[in-house]
């Protein structure tokens, strides 16, 4: 049976802002617990929907009537979508939310408590989780060099999980107990912000393809003098990388090339380096070098390879 929706009469506490493509399976799936654990929030949905071919558009609008469906073309990718989504947001507060991840019960309650207590955080959010339970690694410091050889997938890092480059770049995994922490980046896989906020400061950063756009808001955030928080009494579960933007080899070849750019603008503004600064050189070098690296997995291994590479 379906869940009633939300009263299109109350005014939304929260704003859910989804950018959707052929992905019905997983957004029904996240539909329902959102609607399933909403508590008495009152809550808005926004869908900014891509052209899907499948039965997207139906699933949401069955599930939730009152839903905000905006279709646009796929070619409008996921950075844009989120902005043209933002537009129809009039919620006190905006989740950007991926399709393929699921709201544990008090999750959102949660969320916007927390932020109706502290006005100094611009962004939160709660513990993201593999299907399995286990931490998923997306509450991180700002990486260093360093994180290049020990980061998030990389095979160093599994064999030597206590080294402390991994350790402080791996914040989610490392810390303690429920307490609210800061972070420096938060994943807009499920991230919340103030909306007068989000609009003023002009939402994601549209050179962003698809990765670290939500590093960048972050930092971003962070240098107006807001808080960037961790409320892990919050959880959100995460099927990572089923939204369909690595479904096949293509998709996962463009990723690749993506990732690495934004990695590239990502560390760049977080640093500030001026356009002479011969650690820019450095970077876009390195991170040239990853991406022929990575390329070079796809070719070897092209069913199993990631954007991002590796498992978590």
Same mark, same amino acid.
């Given at each position: ?12 506490? !929260? ?11 997983? #957004? ?17 949905? *926004? ?20 839903? &905000? ?17 933002? &537009? ?21 309650? $949660?969320?916007?408590?927390? #932020?109706?207590?502290?006005? $100094? ?27 290049? #050889?020990?980061?998030?997938?990389? *095979? ?18 490392? $810390? ?5 922490? @800061? ?13 007068? #906020?989000?609009? @003023?400061?002009?939402?994601?950063? @549209? ?8 590093? @960048? !808001? ?23 990388? &089923? ?43 390195? !991170? ?25």
């Amino acid at each position: 049976m379906t869940a009633p929706a939300p009263s299109a009469s109350s005014a939304p506490a !929260l704003t859910i802002l989804i950018v959707n493509r052929n992905s019905a399976g997983y #957004l029904r799936d996240c539909l329902r617990s959102i609607l399933d654990t909403r508590d008495d929030l009152a809550l808005e949905l *926004v869908l900014v929907d891509g052209s899907s071919t499948d039965n997207s558009v139906t699933v949401a609008r069955e599930l939730w009537p009152t839903v &905000k469906t905006v279709l646009v073309p796929e070619s409008l990718g996921y950075v844009r979508g989120n902005n043209v989504g933002l &537009k129809h947001a009039t919620g006190r507060y905006t989740m950007y939310l991926n399709s393929d991840t699921v709201i544990r019960p008090g999750a959102l309650a $949660e969320l916007v408590r927390h #932020l109706d207590a502290h006005p $100094e955080i611009g962004v939160a959010s709660g513990t993201i989780l593999n299907t399995d339970g286990s931490d998923q690694g997306v509450v991180r410091r700002f990486p260093t060099f360093m994180n290049g #050889l020990f980061g998030r997938r990389s *095979v160093l890092s599994r064999l030597f999980p206590n080294n402390p480059w991994y350790r402080q770049y791996m914040q989610s995994r490392f $810390e303690q107990g429920d307490a609210p922490y @800061e972070a420096e980046i938060l994943s807009a896989c499920s991230m919340i912000l103030p909306t007068r #906020l989000l609009q @003023e400061t002009g939402g994601m950063d @549209e050179r962003f393809h698809f990765y670290w756009v939500d590093a @960048e !808001l972050c930092c971003r955030l962070a240098r107006r003098g807001y808080k960037v928080v961790c409320v892990p009494r919050a959880r959100i579960v995460h099927h990572e990388g &089923k939204g369909g933007s690595t479904s096949t080899f293509a998709k996962r070849l463009r990723m690749n090339l993506a990732f690495n750019h934004d990695a590239y603008l990502a560390y760049v503004e977080y640093h500030q380096f001026s356009r002479w600064d011969p650690r820019r050189l450095l970077t876009k070098l390195l !991170l040239t070098a990853r991406t022929m690296a990575g390329i070079g997995l796809l070719l070897l291994r092209p069913a199993r390879a990631t954007s991002s590479g590796g498992s978590n």
